[in-house]
């Protein structure tokens, strides 16, 4: 009796952490999820954070990895197969449930890069034809519908997304990002990601 009742109590707390409009198959894909996204989905190790970030962004994205589009040896070795399954409404309701976590920085790039990092960001770089990223990713790096947030993602992912654009990589949509990236040496690169990590 003692165990059935303790069973039922951790079930209890695994449903209210699930949103109520949740079923069973949902929550279980969030599990599925989180288990390398890391639990309320801000990040862990080589799984970049999700909560927060823009809904349609997260949808593309889905749909990319599902299609085989966005095929980096990151996204082909653990998010092909995490996709392989997902009907689209569930695609669409996973999207919405991370975009709604509240999303915490990673705060892990290097501090004395970070103000060469925020010039770059908000004034582009005019002589070698670099963009301000703030003009498409917003002042505060937050994004708006497919045009990812940046603010906070951990220095790593950053790094390592603004490297494979040169690569011959292909994300889940045509962007601009390629030409973007190609412009920007390797000293740039870890001055974006550096600054763009501690942004909230
Ligand atoms: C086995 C580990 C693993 C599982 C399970 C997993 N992911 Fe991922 N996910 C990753 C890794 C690693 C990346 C980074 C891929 C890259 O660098 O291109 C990623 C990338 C993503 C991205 C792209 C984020 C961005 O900022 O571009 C989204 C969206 C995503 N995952 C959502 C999900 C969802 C939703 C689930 C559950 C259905 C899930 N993931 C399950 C490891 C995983
Ligand atoms: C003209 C608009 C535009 C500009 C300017 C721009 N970006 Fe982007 N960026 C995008 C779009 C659109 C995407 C989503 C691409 C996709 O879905 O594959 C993106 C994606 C990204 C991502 C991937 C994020 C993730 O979660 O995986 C990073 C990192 C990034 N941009 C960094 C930058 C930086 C740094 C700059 C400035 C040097 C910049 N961008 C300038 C439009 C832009």
């Given at each position: 009796?003692?165990?059935?009742?303790?069973?039922?109590a951790?079930?209890?707390?695994?449903?209210?952490?699930?949103?109520a409009?949740?079923?069973?198959?949902?929550?279980?894909s969030?599990r599925?999820?989180?288990?390398?996204?890391?639990?309320?989905?801000?990040?862990?190790?080589?799984?970049?954070?999700?909560?927060?970030?823009?809904?349609?962004?997260?949808?593309?994205?889905?749909?990319?990895?599902?299609?085989?589009?966005?095929?980096?040896?990151?996204?082909?070795?653990?998010?092909?197969?995490?996709?392989?399954?997902?009907?689209?409404?569930?695609?669409?309701?996973l999207?919405?449930?991370?975009?709604?976590l509240?999303p915490?920085?990673?705060?892990?790039?290097?501090?004395?890069?970070?103000?060469?990092?925020?010039?770059?960001?908000?004034?582009?770089?005019?002589?070698?034809?670099?963009?301000?990223?703030l003009a498409?990713?917003?002042?505060?790096?937050?994004?708006?519908r497919?045009?990812?947030?940046?603010?906070?993602?951990?220095?790593?992912?950053?790094?390592?997304?603004?490297?494979?654009?040169?690569?011959g990589?292909?994300?889940?949509?045509p962007?601009?990002?390629?030409?973007?990236?190609?412009?920007?040496?390797?000293?740039?690169?870890?001055?974006?990601?550096?600054?763009?990590s501690?942004v909230?």
């Amino acid at each position: 009796m003692k165990r059935i009742a303790l069973t039922l109590a951790a079930l209890t707390v695994l449903l209210a952490a699930a949103p109520a409009h949740a079923g069973d198959a949902m929550s279980a894909s969030i599990r599925n999820c989180t288990w390398c996204h890391g639990t309320s989905a801000q990040g862990y190790t080589v799984a970049p954070r999700l909560a927060g970030q823009q809904a349609r962004y997260l949808e593309t994205q889905l749909y990319g990895f599902a299609t085989h589009r966005r095929d980096n040896p990151a996204s082909k070795q653990y998010m092909w197969n995490a996709t392989a399954a997902l009907k689209d409404s569930t695609i669409r309701d996973l999207a919405d449930y991370f975009a709604a976590l509240p999303p915490r920085p990673a705060n892990d790039g290097h501090r004395d890069l970070a103000g060469r990092g925020q010039a770059i960001y908000s004034q582009g770089i005019p002589e070698a034809n670099v963009a301000a990223c703030l003009a498409c990713h917003g002042p505060n790096a937050q994004g708006i519908r497919d045009i990812p947030r940046l603010g906070g993602l951990s220095y790593s992912y950053l790094k390592q997304r603004l490297e494979q654009w040169n690569q011959g990589y292909h994300g889940a949509v045509p962007s601009p990002m390629p030409v973007v990236a190609r412009s920007l040496s390797a000293d740039e690169v870890e001055a974006l990601a550096s600054y763009l990590s501690f942004v909230r």
